[in-house]
């Protein structure tokens, strides 16, 4: 295209007010916008600008032959649904988050993407400096240079800049979640030792509960002990005297043997007398005749 012409296209372009005609537009476009799998979600940097969000969809424009592109543009996220029925994210601008860590693809019910729109943005299909490479899944952002500020540079010179320091992020974002992750380990077990702590105290509470016991109950055995020491030494006291009786109801039951032998031999003695005495009936016969 000879550079007047371009001039000329550069010129109609901005005396075009592309943002006005967009917003009327707005309805009829966003019924017209493309849905392309391969650009889905892809990063989008502006040259000069920075990171302006993630490719939702995009419709054409032809102006004095020249096609532009308008994007839609915003950040995606994916969320899972647990079976709980709560939701957690798990990939936030194609990043996975801790939760990817936390809980394996059986936890969830369904997963579902969630978009949050920010804008819109128009520029020339040439000013997407990598838009081949980017279809075929070469790059991982695609790059715009609205402004024409790559024009006396090479545009691979800056896509390699542009995919050291995506590798980079990747690298530090990857160290991030593992490092997410130690942490929540780190904090799960400082969860279990504190549980082990509690359980520790709780029995410590209860040991110190039953000493307690055992150390009134021991006191209670000593105070039983002492009445039992005093009331064995009253007893045995009461032992000897007993022993003593017993001694003397033995001296007094040997007496009275040795006295009822004694009588029993006076009651044989008088036995025999009362039997000398009485005649025999022989005799009696013999006197009366």
Avoid: C
Avoid at 7 to 17: A, F, N, T, V, W
Avoid at 117 to 136: A, P, S, W
Avoid at 155 to 163: G, L, N, Q, R
Avoid at 167 to 179: G, K, S
Wanted: glycine residues 4%.
């Amino acid at each position: 295209m000879p550079m007047d012409a371009a001039r000329l296209l550069d010129e109609l372009r901005k005396s075009i007010p592309l943002e006005k005609l967009r917003e009327a537009l707005a309805p009829e476009i966003r019924k017209s916008m493309i849905f392309s799998p391969a650009l889905y979600g892809i990063p989008i940097i502006v040259y000069g600008e920075g990171f302006l969000g993630q490719f939702l969809r995009h419709a054409y424009m032809q102006v004095m032959g020249v096609r532009y592109w308008l994007i839609e543009f915003g950040i995606t996220t994916l969320y899972g649904e647990l079976k709980n029925g709560s939701y957690v994210p798990l990939l936030v601008l194609r990043m996975p988050t801790t939760y990817v860590f936390e809980y394996k693809p059986d936890d969830f019910e369904r997963f579902f993407v969630v978009e949050d729109t920010k804008g819109y943005i128009d520029v020339l299909e040439r000013q997407i400096i990598n838009l081949d490479r980017v279809m075929q899944v070469k790059d991982p952002v695609m790059v715009i240079d609205r402004y024409d500020l790559l024009k006396d540079r090479t545009p691979d010179e800056f896509m390699e800049k542009v995919k050291e320091q995506q590798e980079l992020i990747m690298r530090m974002q990857r160290a991030l979640w593992e490092y997410e992750k130690n942490v929540g380990d780190y904090r799960a077990n400082v969860v279990m030792l504190q549980a082990r702590v509690s359980k520790l105290q709780e029995q410590l509470m209860w040991y110190q509960e039953r000493l307690t016991k055992a150390v009134v109950e021991l006191q209670s055995m000593q105070q039983e002990l002492v009445r039992l020491r005093d009331e064995v030494f009253v007893r045995g006291v009461e032992a000897e005297a007993l022993e003593r009786g017993r001694r003397r109801l033995v001296d007094i039951v040997d007496r009275l043997g040795h006295v009822a032998e004694i009588l029993t031999t006076w009651r044989e003695e008088i036995a025999e007398l009362e039997t000398a005495k009485t005649p025999k009936p022989e005799e009696k016969e013999a006197k009366s005749k």
